[in-house]
């Protein structure tokens, strides 16, 4: 009699390490699933930051260029002393 009570306590400590395991196993799985997405989102932003590095070196290596120079002031509303310039009605 004494020996089944030994063995049901030993089988409830299986089902509970069992359940334990499961339960870990399942917040391991989340946890690299969270960090599969999490990896994802940084590698694409890694993309859209490499592409802007590339645009500004390429602005970078035009702006000794005169011409760039002028077309850049005139997009800001910049004219010469001599010119006039004329507003756009809105």
Known sequence: MRERGVYRILYLLFA???????????????????????????????????AKVANLREELARADDPAYLEEKARSLGYVYPDEVLHAEPR
């Open 16 to 50: 509970l390490g069992s359940a334990h395991l499961l339960l870990l196993c399942g917040v391991e799985a989340q946890r690299w699933i969270a960090q599969r997405q999490e990896l994802r989102l940084v590698a694409g932003q890694t993309e859209a930051l490499a």
